[in-house]
């Protein structure tokens, strides 16, 4: 397989992992209000967690010492972005919440690695990257209400689009040296030690009912297991960077369940960013090909 068709196929399976991330917030609000968002966080983990297990047990046998600090630092990164974005967009809301936590990933991930590498991504890269970022934000501005320019709530939001953005690229040897199964275990396993008491300190005890596990289990292993696997698998063959742009695919996922689904009508400058957002990608998916190829 050739360096383009490896670099697509990685663009196809982080694109379909942001889809099933664009499920959260509808699933999510399919949940009863006595659920804490901060008990969602953690369980969805936890269950992701046990997906992984499944998956790791039944994969080859490995040799050699587990990388574990790098785990570490990026369990942390998973436990402290999914805490901070739901604290994040319950300080904010939904849409500008969202917008900031995921449109500031990809200016993190460009920045460390310049500052890492010492290398600039593509300059088409950065164009396609702010042209999305920029569509991010008309989205968000085009649904209107639910938004409060709360200075401590957009802090958190850039908090977790630096975690997000951390992960992303510490992810990716990982996925190398030691597979999607096991690197996600670990990582999320990680997360989920640290979410879970968290959540227990911020969240109160446990209210869950049947329509609450529901909820929870399909964003445990679909919206988070099978996204993340998909993720993993992707960040294999395109670097990661590019990986953090291209899940500004959720908000556009998100957006199209919101009208089709919940029936919500957007405002004309919502679909200009939805119009935007997906140029922006064009762009960046044109530039990893072209990367690719040399």
Partial sequence: MTDSRHSARGIALVWCAAMLWGTTGTAQSLAPAALS??????LRLAI????????????????GPWP????????????VYNLSFFAGVKQSGVALGTAIAIGSGPIWAGLMQTLIARRLPP?????????????????????????????VGVGLC???????????????PLVLALGPARTNL???????????????ALGGALQAGASSWAVVLFL??????????????????????TGVTLALG????????????????????AWLGLAAVIAGLLLVVWAELRSAKR
Avoid at 220 to 241: Q, W
């Fill in 186 to 200: 670990g990582v999320f396993a990680g997360a989920a030690l640290v979410a879970v008491p968290v959540a227990y």
């Fill in 68 to 79: 574990w600090r790098p785990l570490a630092f990026a369990g942390a990164c998973i436990a």
């Fill in 158 to 172: 850039l908090l977790a689009g630096l975690c997000y953005a951390s992960y992303t690229l510490v992810n990716k």
């Fill in 220 to 241: 445990g292993l679909v919206s988070t297991g099978l996204s993340y696997l998909l993720f993993s698998s992707g960040l294999r063959h395109v670097s990661g960077t």
């Fill in 37 to 42: 968002p901060y008990w969602v966080g953690a």
């Fill in 123 to 151: 300059a088409l890269w950065w164009l396609g990257t702010l042209v999305s970022v920029a569509g991010g934000a008309a989205m968000a501005l085009g649904q209107g209400g639910g938004m409060r320019l709360n200075p």
């Fill in 250 to 269: 959720e908000p556009v996922t998100a957006f199209v369940l919101a009208v089709w689904v919940v029936g919500e009508r957007q405002q004309p400058l």
């Fill in 48 to 63: 992701a967690s046990g997906f992984f297990a499944l998956l790791a047990w039944g994969a080859p046998a490995r040799h």
